[in-house]
């Protein structure tokens, strides 16, 4: 029976953990006002998936914001400075929060529920993601949508400012983050 016990054993593959692949993953964002968009990425800088089987069931990301990137804004200027606005005080606070991060607590189905910390404020989100692990490497995307003023992230918010008309910024804001693993 010892015997038997191995074989069984031999044929049931242990969760593992792999590593993301900084290069081959991506987070693109879009952010909205009243009077347009901006779009862009950002990368990142560290991750650890966990997979049991064919079955992703935990992990964590680094978002690097110091990577924050605008793609829509051509004008090398005015680029520049809307990066700067983005990453300082106003929004996302680089200098003092130069990473985010998300770690799992949750894989149920296609469901992702993990926690996000960014200024360092951490809030529980759930998303639907599109996730297939083959031959031990996983790909994984999903759409998600975040309320920026859950993180402190109040400016150009009409939740805080009443009269600010046309110059209001969105409170959403949505990433199409992309994962694969090493």
């Given amino acids: 029976t010892l015997a038997l016990g191995l074989i069984t054993f031999a044929g049931v593959a242990a969760p593992k953990v792999v590593n993301v692949n900084k290069s081959a993953s991506s ?18 800088s560290a991750g ?11 992990g964590n990301f680094t978002i690097d914001l110091k990577t924050i990137k605008a793609l829509d804004i051509t ?6 400075k809307f990066i700067g606005h983005i990453t300082s005080g106003d929004f ?8 985010a991060t998300f770690v799992i607590t949750k894989v149920a ?4 529920t993990g926690n996000l910390t960014i200024k360092g404020i951490t809030k529980s989100i759930t998303f639907p993601a599109e996730i297939a692990v083959k031959g ?4 994984a995307k999903a759409n998600i949508t975040i309320d920026r003023t859950d993180f402190n ?28 693993s090493e």
């Fill in 27 to 44: 987070i693109a964002w879009l952010a909205k006002k009243v009077t347009g968009e901006h779009n862009g990425t950002v990368g990142i």
């Fill in 75 to 80: 004008d090398p200027g005015y680029n520049q």
């Fill in 109 to 112: 189905g296609n469901q992702v």
């Fill in 92 to 99: 996302f606070e680089v200098e003092k929060f130069p990473t």
């Fill in 136 to 139: 031990g490497k996983l790909n």
């Fill in 153 to 180: 992230i109040k400016y150009g918010s009409k939740k805080f400012f009443d009269s600010i008309g046309d110059k209001a910024i969105y409170d959403d804001f949505a990433l199409t983050v992309s994962l694969v």
């Fill in 48 to 58: 650890a998936l966990n997979i049991d089987g064919n079955k992703l069931i935990g």
